[in-house]
């Protein structure tokens, strides 16, 4: 399957989700390989595992590879959270925690209840005007959401939940496509996949879960699922649905 040209870098389909990743030396081990098996989009937050996440990605890639795209989120907890103060500390932990003078792609992680939008964003484009971050997300929207979010600062990834179980997000996998800006979908092998995903996991000799992912990638070309694992051998079982025969995928879920 063809790679996909995401925040400016060249990426297979299939990133890795981080959230549970820790400080710890086998989980620092892991990023490294885990670059060396393929993995090319890494996708942190702020806030995974109080911080530890990032500060793991930071030490396993020391100066982040040019092919090694890191992506990471601020701006998650409710009220408050999106107030330009916040997210501006939120970077600037980032930075230092990633070690990086500039972040691939920042996502604003959810929209705060009590601060516009468009503040949050220009909390986010006053470090994209000096260089600190090179491209935007935003998680957690709606279309008309991403519509606000364009006016402020270009939009390159939205990472909304989506799986087989829930797709209560197919507009904005649509829009997406329409637009042009990749579609993250965040839990990608939540959730019961029925009968159908097992028969062709069978039929094909592969994993249910490469199946799942199957049907992501074949749902739009512009999707681009963030698995989280800690173990490389479920990480190539996940890498393995880029090779997939996606007309099988196509036929499971309805």
Known sequence: MDPFEL?????????L????????????????????????????????????SERAIGEALEAVPEEVLVATKGGYGGAGKGRPEVITAEIE????????????????????PETPLEESL???KAYVDRGAIVHVGVSDVSVEQIERARRVVDVAAVQNRYNLAAREHDDVIDYCEREGIAFVPYFPLRGDAGPDAGAVARRLGVTE???????????????????????I????????ALELDLGEAQRIGG
Do not use: C, M
């Open 7 to 15: 925040a400016g870098v060249s990426v297979p389909r299939i990133g």
């Open 17 to 52: 989700g981080t959230n549970r990743l820790t400080t710890a030396r086998e989980h620092v081990r892991f990023v490294r390989d885990a670059v060396e098996a393929g993995v090319r989009h890494i996708d942190s937050a702020h806030l995974y595992t109080g911080g530890e």
């Open 122 to 124: 220009g909390a986010i």
């Open 233 to 240: 051998e479920h990480l190539r079982e996940n890498l393995a």
């Open 209 to 231: 879960n490469a199946v799942k992912l199957a049907w992501l990638l074949h749902r739009s070309p512009v999707v681009l699922p963030i698995p989280g694992t800690l173990s």
């Open 93 to 112: 932990q980032s930075l230092r925690s990633l070690r990086t003078e500039a972040i691939g792609l920042y996502y604003l992680h959810r929209v705060d």
